[in-house]
């Protein structure tokens, strides 16, 4: 078990498949693909507009 936080995810059943294909096509679970599209997508963010200040936990 982990301590990560859950978080679900309501997507289109086509992204899903899309996400499946290439977490496959890169030998990664379904989520640990999710999980490097975000990391990639806040890092392009972050080079454009400088980082992001964050607490050490984020609550909604």
Known sequence: MTNLPRYTLRIPKSLLSK???TANFNG???NK???T???RYLNDFERLHG???VANEIED
Request: charged share 55%; aromatic share 6%; glycine share 0%.
């Open 28 to 30: 990664r679970s379904k």
């Open 37 to 39: 599209a975000i990391k």
């Open 33 to 35: 693909e999710i999980e």
């Open 51 to 53: 980082e992001i200040e």
């Open 19 to 21: 996400i499946k294909y």
